[in-house]
């Protein structure tokens, strides 16, 4: 399974930013795409995810209200829209592709969120 996450950068608070994750490399069954981030110091958390079947969504409680998470139809991509962005926000930002034959990681991208 090939995760590939684009976006991400540097933004002022109160600034937005996007994420992207390109899935491919088998056909997923039932599964959930999502974002975790991890800020230094602290653990992996979870931030959002996407039934792919339903097209349910999940988010934390510190990004519900700013953080969207939508699916690309036409291709297995999730993106999630971040806005109103805070310096709490800071981390770097995991995409995960999960489905009854487990977890798949995407590579890390970094979001910083500057005062």
């Known amino acids: 399974v090939q995760l590939v996450v684009t976006g991400g950068g540097l933004v002022q608070t109160g600034g937005s930013l996007g994420l992207s994750c390109a899935a491919s490399g088998r056909t997923f069954r039932n599964y959930a795409l999502g974002w975790f981030r991890q800020a230094p110091g602290k653990e992996r958390e979870f931030v959002a995810a996407?039934?792919?079947?339903?097209?349910?969504?999940k988010y934390a409680d510190s990004v519900k209200g700013r953080f969207t998470i939508s699916r690309d139809n036409a291709k297995i991509t999730v993106h999630l829209q971040m806005n109103n962005l805070q310096p709490e926000d800071t981390a770097v930002y995991y995409c995960?592709?999960?489905?009854?034959?487990?977890?798949?990681w995407g590579q890390g991208t970094q979001v910083t969120v500057s005062s």
């Open positions: 996407l039934r792919w079947s339903s097209g349910s969504t």
């Open positions: 995960y592709a999960q489905d009854a034959l487990g977890i798949s």
